[in-house]
Structures are given as C-alpha cells and as structure tokens.
C-alpha cells in the first residue's frame, strides 16, 4: 500500500510559521499511516509545499524520524501557498510522485480547521474525499477501505474504493515516536529530503453557485432584532428561532 501524509506547515504568502516543528495535527496523522503501513505493508511519503526554508525541511527530517519512508518538498514560491493554488500544485505534485492509495491530512492546513484544502486537492486531482474521519481501514476483502467519519448529525459509515483522500480526526490510536536509529540517520549529514520541482499548475475549476431562490425581507414593518449568543453556534440557533418566527423556513422548505 503507497500511503502519502501532506503535512500542514505552508505559510500563507508573506507570513511565517509561529513554530519550525510538526504540528500535533501531523504528528496524529503520521501516526496513523505509519499503522496503517505496518498492518497493510508497505510504503509511506510525507510531503510538503515550500520554497526551500529551512522550516520545512527541518519539519520533513522531523516526520522521517518518527519512520516515514520518504520525504518529498515540492518547490513553489511563497506567492502561490494560498488555498486554491496550494491544492492545484498538491493535485499535480501527487500525480507526478505517485501513485497513491491513501492521502491523509491533519484537520490543520494553511486554511486553518476548514478542510477546505483537503477538499480542494481532492477535487483537482479527481479522487474522493473522506472527511473528518474518526476510524479509517481496509476492508477486510482488502479490495477497499471503510471509514467512520464524524458530522454536526452524529457518525456516519463510508465505503469505498482506492484511492481516497482522508481528512482524520482520530485520537485512538497507537502514538509512534522518534527512534535513535532514525534520528541518527536522518541527521548523519546525508540529504534525507528529495526535492521536486514545481509541478505546472492547472487552474482549479470550483462549482459556481447557483441561485435558487431571491427572498428581500420586508424591515418597514418589523424592528430590527440583534441575533445573540456566546458562540458562533447559539448565534446560529437564535438566528434559526428569527427566521422560523416569521414562518420563513416553513414557507420554503415546502416549496423545496
């Protein structure tokens, strides 16, 4: 199995990173495919985005002592490490370097706790994505995987064939640590970190949205309320209770 982890640490352009080691987001996900190869067998490459600092080759050194197999620093400059571009380059990056069976992200990218990069890598390289997942395995005809993955409505049960894209979440798992062996090794003065060169990068085509309905309150006849709460969810859940108030939900939810 040719597992590839893409580690977080990409700064946005023109701003650095608050610390030159792996995030706990990473050192979780590394975890897990370094399981998962020594269940399944075979192969795990950690790759990360940069313009050859010494941040990230000091974070990709720090994932082969905990047992990767390789490690990768795909080349772009600092002006294209936003989102969209990120996730085209990784698309490309990962066609070039691959195949790969599973790609695993940490919940924690350059957009923060959103997966959007996740997401975005997933739809420019054409592969699926299993998002915010709690437990992830092959099944057990070794033909495909099964992930149990968390949402807002509780867990829900996928399925399906290689290769995925995952987002996890799991906490459950053996931790790994670094080996002197491998620290020995990684830091002997031999260059550990392959570079790639910076992989054309196609523009990501998103969906546009589409607009399905036009609703203009009418204020003249109503004072304005101010939608409370001490987080984003009461917030959202007194702006819920607003509109049901005027029967705004109700009304089109049936002509949905």
Not at 95 to 107: A, E, L
Not at 196 to 219: G, M
Request: contains cysteine; hydrophobic residues 40%.
């Amino acid at each position: 199995m040719n597992i590839l982890v893409i580690l977080r640490q990409w700064p946005s352009a023109g701003k650095s990173l608050e610390n030159s080691g792996m995030c706990d987001s990473d050192k979780n996900v590394l975890c897990e495919a370094l399981n998962l190869r020594d269940e399944q067998g075979g192969f795990v490459t950690v790759m990360a985005l940069g313009d050859e600092h010494e941040q990230e080759i000091q974070i990709l050194k720090e994932a082969l002592t905990y047992g990767a197999d390789r490690a990768l620093l795909v080349q772009i400059s600092e002006d294209k490490t936003g989102v969209a571009l990120a996730a085209a380059c990784a698309a490309q990056a990962l066609r070039k370097t691959g195949p790969y069976d599973v790609i695993f992200f940490g919940r924690q990218a350059i957009d923060g706790d959103s997966a959007h990069m996740a997401v975005m890598t997933a739809q420019a390289a054409g592969i699926p994505a299993a998002l915010y997942s709690k437990k992830f395995k092959c099944a057990s005809d070794g033909e495909g995987w099964r992930a149990e993955s968390e949402t807002e409505h509780g867990e829900i049960q996928l399925s399906g064939n290689f290769p995925i894209v995952v987002v996890s979440v799991r906490e459950d798992q053996n931790k790994r640590y670094p080996k002197i062996s491998d620290i020995l090794k990684v830091y002997s003065g031999q260059n550990m970190v392959e570079k790639v060169a910076s992989p054309d990068i196609l523009p990501l085509t998103l969906p546009k949205p589409v607009q399905i309905h036009t609703y203009v309150p009418e204020t003249a006849h109503h004072q304005i309320q101010m939608i409370e709460g001490t987080d984003e969810e009461e917030k959202a859940a007194g702006c819920l209770k607003i509109l049901g108030m005027y029967s705004f939900l109700e009304e089109h939810a049936n002509e949905g």
